[in-house]
C-alpha cells in the first residue's frame, strides 16, 4: 500500500462532509487557479439519468480505437478511486493521484488563507483534477460524465465542444425535482448557444421539452427517433444517421438497453468526426463497462447491476425476462432514492430477497428496506452488513443457484471487489 495515497484519497474522501453542494462559484474559482485548464482538445459533457456511465466507456472506446488520446472521467468508482480518471483505458496511478491532489490543494491556498466562502466538495475537487490531469497529459478527447444533474453540477463549469443527454427518468428528487419537466431543465442547462447536443429522450414528453430547451439555448440538437434511428436484427445494431447507415455493429454490453446507449454513442462519434465504419466498430465493440448485467460464473453465480432507481430497475426487469430466475436478491438502497420503485420491479423477478445496509449517512436499514420489499416478496432475510448478506445469499442459493446483486452501486462495488479480490481505495 501507498500511504502518501492513501492520505491524498481520504483527505479527498473527508471533504463528503459537506455533502453534495450545487453550484458553480467554487469550482469556476479552482478551475480559474488552475490556469482554467480544457480536458481535451474535444470535450463531451454526458448528462443524462440513466446510462450516461455505459455511453461514456462507449464514446471512449470508438475515441481510442480512432487513434485519440482519449481521456474518460466517471463516477462513482466501484471498488477504486482510480477508476473514475482514466486514459486510453489506463487508469491514473495511485503516484499521480498523490501529485495531482497536492496540486489542487496549493491552487487552494490563497481561498483558504483568506477565509472562503464554502468549502469546496469532494466531486468539485474531483472534477477539477480530472480537468487538470486531462490537460497536462495532452488528452485530444474528453469524455466527462456529469455527476448530479447538469445546471449546477461542477462539470457544468467546464468548455465543450457536444453535450449529449442520456434517457431521463426520475431521481435525486431532491436536488431535480418531482417532475420530468424540472428533471429536463436542470440537465438541458448544460446546453450552449451554436454547440451541438444529442438527446435520447426517455420517460414521458421528455422529448419534447429537450427540443424546447435546445432551441431557446440556440443549440443544435440531434434527437434519437426523430433525427437517427436504430434497428436490432441477429443480436447486431445498424444505425441511420445522416443519412448513412452504420450495420453489423456489435454491442458487447449486456441488455437491449445497450443497443440504445450504442446508437447514441455511435452518433456523437461521428459528430466528433469519426466516421470510419470499421473504426467505429472496432471500438463499440472493444468496450468494456463493469457492473452492468455482469455475470461472474461459479458455485453460485452472481449477477451484478448497477440499476438503483426506477428507470434502471425497469431496464434490469426487462433483462431478466426469460433468463434464469433468480434464487436471491441481495439488494439495498439509498434512504433518498426512490425504493418502492425499484423493489416492485425486481423482488417479484426473484426467489428471495435479502436487505442490508452500508456504512453511509443515506443508508437505509435493513429493517426498513424488509417493510418495503414484503408487499412484492414475502421470502425477506436481513443482514447486518454486505458481508453477510454475501455469505448469506451463498446459502439460500446452494451451489447451483443465482445472485443478483443490485439497488446501489456502493453495494455493487463492494460485492464486485470480494469477488475480484481487488480492493480501494
Known amino acids: 500500500m501507498n500511504s502518501s495515497y492513501e492520505q491524498a484519497v481520504q483527505r479527498l474522501f473527508d471533504l463528503q462532509r459537506f455533502g453534495i453542494k ?25 448528462g443524462g439519468t440513466n446510462g450516461k456511465g455505459s455511453v461514456s466507456a462507449m464514446l471512449a472506446s470508438i475515441g481510442r480505437a480512432a487513434g485519440l488520446r482519449t481521456g474518460l472521467f466517471t463516477s462513482p468508482h466501484l471498488t477504486s478511486f482510480t477508476e473514475r480518471i ?43 483534477m480530472a480537468a487538470d490531469y486531462f490537460h497536462r497529459n495532452g488528452v485530444e478527447l474528453a469524455v466527462m460524465e456529469v455527476g448530479l444533474g447538469g445546471r449546477l453540477d461542477a462539470t457544468n463549469a467546464l468548455p465543450r465542444d457536444l453535450v449529449i443527454l442520456t434517457d431521463i427518468s426520475i431521481d435525486h428528487v431532491e436536488y431535480l425535482g418531482h417532475t420530468v ?15 451541438p447536443a444529442i438527446a435520447a429522450g426517455g420517460l414521458e414528453n421528455a422529448g419534447e421539452l429537450i427540443v424546447a430547451q435546445a432551441a431557446k439555448a440556440g443549440c443544435p440538437l440531434t ?53 470510419d ?28 447491476d448497477a440499476a438503483h432507481n426506477p428507470g434502471g430497475a425497469a431496464v434490469l426487469a426487462s433483462a431478466l425476462v426469460g433468463e434464469p430466475r433468480p434464487d436471491v436478491w ?46 412484492f416478496n414475502s421470502e425477506v432475510h436481513l443482514a447486518a452488513d454486505p458481508d453477510e448478506g454475501m455469505a448469506l445469499a451463498q446459502r439460500l442459493a446452494g451451489p447451483d443457484g443465482r445472485i443478483l446483486v443490485a439497488g446501489s452501486i456502493y453495494l455493487l462495488g463492494h460485492v464486485r471487489g470480494k469477488l475480484t479480490g481487488e480492493t480501494g481505495p
Not at 419537466?181 to 454547440?195: Q, T
Not at 454491442?251 to 450504442?262: C, M
Open 22 to 46: 450545487l453550484g458553480l462559484e467554487n469550482i469556476g474559482r479552482l478551475l480559474s487557479r488552475l490556469g482554467d485548464p480544457r480536458p481535451g482538445r474535444q470535450t463531451v459533457i454526458i
Open 86 to 128: 482514466q486514459i486510453d483505458g489506463r487508469r491514473i496511478t495511485r503516484q499521480e493521484v498523490t501529485a495531482a491532489a497536492a496540486r489542487l490543494w496549493e491552487a487552494l491556498e490563497p481561498f483558504r488563507r483568506s477565509g472562503e466562502p464554502e468549502p469546496i466538495t469532494f466531486f468539485e475537487m474531483l472534477t477539477a
Open 181 to 195: 419537466a424540472r428533471i429536463v431543465d436542470e440537465k438541458a442547462a448544460l446546453f450552449r448557444p451554436g454547440v
Open 223 to 275: 434527437l434519437l427517433g426523430r433525427d437517427f434511428t436504430y434497428r436490432v436484427a441477429d443480436g447486431r445494431l445498424s444505425l441511420r444517421c445522416g443519412g448513412e447507415e452504420i450495420a453489423d455493429l456489435v454491442v458487447p454490453l449486456k441488455g437491449s438497453h445497450q443497443y440504445r446507449n450504442a446508437a447514441i454513442a455511435v452518433c456523437a462519434a461521428r459528430q466528433l468526426g469519426i466516421t
Open 277 to 304: 465504419p470499421a473504426t467505429i466498430r472496432a471500438g463499440l465493440a472493444a468496450t468494456v463497462w463493469p457492473g452492468r448485467l455482469e455475470a461472474f460464473p461459479g458455485r453460485p453465480s452472481w449477477l451484478l
Open 330 to 375: 441481495l439488494m439495498t438502497c439509498l434512504g433518498d432514492k426512490d425504493i418502492a420503485g425499484v423493489v416492485e420491479r425486481i423482488a417479484p423477478l426473484v426467489g428471495k430477497v435479502i436487505c442490508t445496509t452500508l456504512p453511509m449517512d443515506r443508508a437505509i436499514s435493513p429493517e426498513k428496506l424488509a417493510a418495503i420489499v414484503r408487499p
